[in-house]
């Protein structure tokens, strides 16, 4: 029953299953009819296989590097030939290079590769690991590179033995796995100048792996050598073959394989057969005790024209079976995914059975909800970050805010102070030329700084007595971009409820730095501060979707929240604000943005 169960549920089981009863049957009657032992005949059919199992692993690794070495294209790449020929990059410019990095992966399916690297003749480089980086070595003192600076057309495959740690110019080293690196020229494509390196690095598993696969008799093995004969891949094996393998001389010639031989040694004798991959230039040998070879000397030398018309049934019959068991399902669901990419989402399929196919129809079920769900969401998202964008808009004119300023303004020029009227005026006018922003949502910090300022001004000829501040945000920042009125709000905040309710001179600093990949804008006051439980409160309103207006004004942190809650909807969970403070003592809010120097989005 727990086979049967088995069977059912894998398709592989499945076709496993029916091979079995499709070839052993008529196999089984062929043999009992014709079995005559041909020791002759069998032996050599058997060394003729050895050497074609050689010669088939040394297929499958050149396969190997010829699919790989596809990655090798990137190099006439135009994105690629301008990073590596240009002295500096756009940050989308790096990103384009990486999705074609990705692009090739998903196309070809590597596996076995661990890094793609380009590096220009001066140092600069990309790689998947590293991303952009500045090797702090020249890159031509690499012997490798040296090598293709003079060849450029010659492709270098550098086993494990003869590349070393310092040799990977990127900085990344593979301490706990050997590394085959496949490395070429970038050529310029006018003038044909060599500007620079591309290195693909592949795990060398891959080598066990075929030659776990390729199988000479029972106990024997395959091992490798590199065109200096140093061993690249030989197996576990014990003190006996290892002292075959060093009395092994052979004569290899300039030819890609050899004729298999017989070794004599102390023990039993050995069949040896060798091979040469024709795209790396190493030797392939494989070593198996003679007997296992030739242990199968037991041949057909009858009925070969039944074998053979058995043979073509078996043949017929199994491909009709595959196909009705197979392509029809294949062909349903390749029938589904074609509405769903045309856009009908509602394509489903219906599975039939427990294999890998009713398996794969359930999972493309679920990949299309999943999509649906995703859209939904996307179209959630949107909609809180239109509706956090018309709060920002209603919260940048307040209406309170203007009609004390006006009225500070007419006062003034009721007391003959035509200098603070004109200076308050151009302050307010500032504040709502930057605040409107034609429009857009992104400002540099610098001009974000400019419109603190000015409501710094506009407050502190209000507040005379009891408001002073400071800017003090290092010059390397101003030209990052900020979402616009992210810093007003906090410091009105900071005003309205620290420094304002201490009745003392107060003050307020805003400060600036980077913490690794992210900006750090700080609104600090010495005011009445915020108590514990109160503190509590806000940071977990911060967190909460926004609520009605009327309520966020209540508890007097509408301004928090909208900033909050616009920061993450752009740039995700880990930005936004944080708050901190203790009572009696002061408060400081920090805007955490990521760092990201350029145009504005």
């Known amino acids: 029953m727990r086979i049967k169960r088995w069977i059912s549920s894998s398709l592989r089981a499945k076709l496993l299953a029916l091979f079995i009863v499709l070839t052993t049957i008529p196999l089984m009657t062929v043999g009992v009819i014709s079995y005559q032992k041909s020791y002759n005949s069998v032996s050599s059919h058997s060394k003729a296989s050895s050497m074609l199992q050689a010669d088939m692993l040394g297929t499958n690794i050149d396969n190997m590097f010829k699919d790989t070495e596809r990655l090798l294209e990137l190099s006439k790449n135009p994105m690629v030939i301008h990073f590596l020929f240009s002295q500096s990059e756009t940050y989308e410019e790096a990103k384009d290079i990486l999705r074609t990095f990705a692009l090739y992966r998903d196309t070809y399916k590597y596996e076995n590769v661990l890094n793609i690297t380009l590096i220009n003749r001066y140092g600069k480089g990309i790689s998947e690991r590293r991303g952009i980086f500045q090797s702090n070595t020249n890159p031509l003192r690499n012997q490798h590179f040296q090598t293709l600076a003079l060849n450029p057309d010659t492709v270098l495959r550098i086993p494990p033995a003869l590349i070393a740690s310092q040799d990977r110019i990127d900085g990344f080293t593979y301490e706990d796995r050997g590394v085959i690196s496949i490395m070429a020229a970038v050529r310029q494509q006018i003038t044909h100048e060599v500007i620079g390196f591309i290195t693909v690095d592949l795990d060398d598993s891959f080598i066990k792996t075929f030659c776990d696969q390729v199988k000479i008799g029972k106990t024997g093995f395959f091992y490798i050598l590199d065109q200096q004969s140093n061993p690249i891949y030989v197996p576990p094996i014990d003190s006996a073959d290892w002292n075959i393998i060093r009395k092994t001389k052979l004569a290899f010639s300039d030819q890609p394989g050899g004729d298999g031989y017989v070794l004599r040694t102390d023990g039993q004798p050995r069949f040896i057969v060798h091979t040469a991959s024709l795209v790396t230039g190493w030797t392939i040998i494989g070593i198996a005790p003679l007997q296992e070879i030739v242990a199968e000397a037991n041949s057909i030398r009858q009925l070969i024209i039944v074998s053979v018309v058995l043979s073509i049934v078996f043949a017929i019959t199994l491909h009709y079976l595959l196909t009705k068991r197979l392509t029809r399902p294949i062909q349903l669901l390749q029938h589904k995914m074609r509405l769903t990419a045309s856009g009908y989402l509602e394509a489903k399929v219906k599975p039939v059975g427990t294999d890998e196919i009713a398996d794969l129809g359930q999972s493309f079920n679920i990949m299309v909800e999943k999509i649906k769900e995703l859209l939904e969401q996307s179209i959630r998202k949107q909609q809180q970050l239109q509706k956090a964008e018309l709060r920002t808009l209603q919260a940048q004119i307040n209406p309170h805010f203007l009609y004390n300023t006006l009225d500070s303004i007419i006062w003034m020029a009721e007391a003959g102070k035509s200098d603070a009227v004109i200076q308050l005026v151009k302050a307010l006018s500032d504040l709502f030329r930057i605040s409107l922003n034609k429009g857009r949502d992104w400002v540099m910090i610098r001009t974000e700084l400019a419109h603190a300022h000015s409501y710094l001004v506009i407050q502190q000829m209000r ?10 945000v290092d010059s390397e920042l101003l030209e990052y971009p900020i979402l616009n009125m992210t810093l007003q709000p906090l410091i009105e905040n900071a005003l309205y409820h620290g420094i304002k309710n201490k009745r003392v001179k107060g003050l307020i600093v805003i400060g600036g730095y980077t913490e690794d990949s992210a900006v750090i804008l700080t ?25 009605s207006q009327e309520e966020e004004s209540a508890e007097g942190g509408f301004g928090l929240q909208n900033v909050h809650q616009r920061l993450r909807l752009y740039f995700g969970s880990e930005y936004g604000v944080r708050l901190e403070s203790i009572a009696g003592t002061g408060t400081t809010i920090s805007v955490r943005i990521p760092k990201n120097r350029g145009n504005l989005p």
């Open 463 to 472: 507040y005379r007595d009891i408001l002073e501040y400071r800017v003090e």
């Open 523 to 547: 609104v600090t006051d010495n005011g009445t501060g915020i108590q514990a439980d109160r503190l509590a409160l806000l940071k977990h309103q911060l967190e909460q979707p926004l609520q």
